[in-house]
Antibody, heavy 118, light 112 residues
């Protein structure tokens, strides 16, 4: 199970931190993603972190503004979002990497809505 | 980035009839280790996406056998042998051979 929290309304230029609590699997064994979906739109990948947190990858438009991190002792995944823009408004899904050893996704959380508006 | 192109944009299907969705990638999804990293998801209204098919043709745990995937290289197809009312939603293909992960634009399936 993946449960996101921390969504809400924030002004442009503001910050927000999303959290994802994982359970039911060995969290430290899997890479984790954040994927977002703007209202009425398709899916857009945001960031990925390897199982041990050694490497992190970001979509170009969020590089330098967003930071993905994980705490394997607490089975949690975070997304720190700074300098937020209106175009960052979306539902943010925490997603579990699959066991294929590559970047596939096999399970998604319910999502957290982030609204960037003045 | 790899561009994923899905067709059609939408489908209206009579229950019990088959349906087919196409997905094309801008470069081959065949990895040197022999796997092809193409996934299919269904997003039902108000829900997160759920995995249907991984690595082109492998049904995920619990997915009914009326769903099947095929294809190779850059051309892929998801087939539903007999559409049921619970299959409504938006279907997405996704490539995971490289980051950024990229998704098709989605195919909305509705019941006639």
């Amino acid at each position: 199970q993946l449960v996101e929290s921390g969504g809400g309304v924030v002004q442009p230029g503001g910050s927000l931190r999303l959290n994802c609590a994982a359970s039911g699997f060995i969290f430290s064994s899997y890479g984790m993603h954040w994927v977002r979906q703007a209202p009425g739109k398709g899916l857009e990948w945001v960031a990925f972190i390897r199982p041990d947190g050694s490497n992190k990858y970001y979509e170009d438009s969020v590089k330098g503004r967003f930071s993905i991190s994980r705490d394997n002792s607490k089975n949690t995944l975070d997304l720190q979002m700074n300098s937020l823009r209106a175009e960052d408004t979306a539902v943010y899904f925490c997603a579990k990497g699959d066991s294929g050893g590559h970047y596939g996704v096999d399970f998604w959380g319910q999502g957290a809505l982030v609204t960037v508006s003045s | 980035d790899i561009v994923m192109t899905q067709t059609p944009l939408s489908l209206s299907v009579t229950p019990g009839q088959p349906a087919s969705i196409s997905c094309k990638s801008s470069r081959s999804l065949l990895h040197r280790e022999g796997k092809t990293f193409l996934y299919w998801y269904l997003q039902k209204p108000g829900q997160p996406p759920q995995l249907l098919i991984y690595e082109v043709s492998n049904r995920f745990s619990g997915v009914p056998d009326r769903f099947s995937g095929s294809g190779s290289g850059t051309d892929f197809t998801l087939r539903i042998s007999r559409v049921e009312a619970e299959d409504v939603g938006v279907y997405y293909c996704m490539q995971s051979i490289q980051l950024p992960l990229t998704f098709g634009g989605g195919t909305k399936v509705e019941i006639k």
